[in-house]
């Protein structure tokens, strides 16, 4: 199983539900600068991108 942020199922959630869009998704692994949600590799899983598809 892999290990993952704190906050890495809230924001899964919130976007799965639609309350937040992709663009809400990344930006969750960018702020707060000082302690970010989740990391940019969560933002692809939970996006469902690879590391060929372009942002």
Do not use: C, F
């Not at 930006?27 to 060929?52: C, F, H, S, Y």
């Amino acid at each position: 199983m892999t290990e993952h942020s704190a906050k890495y199922d809230r924001v899964k959630r919130y976007y799965e539900q639609g309350l937040w869009t992709a663009a809400m998704v990344r930006n969750a692994a960018k702020n707060p600068k000082a302690a970010p949600w989740i990391t940019e590799d969560e933002v692809r899983e939970i996006l469902g991108e690879t590391d060929n598809d372009v942002a």
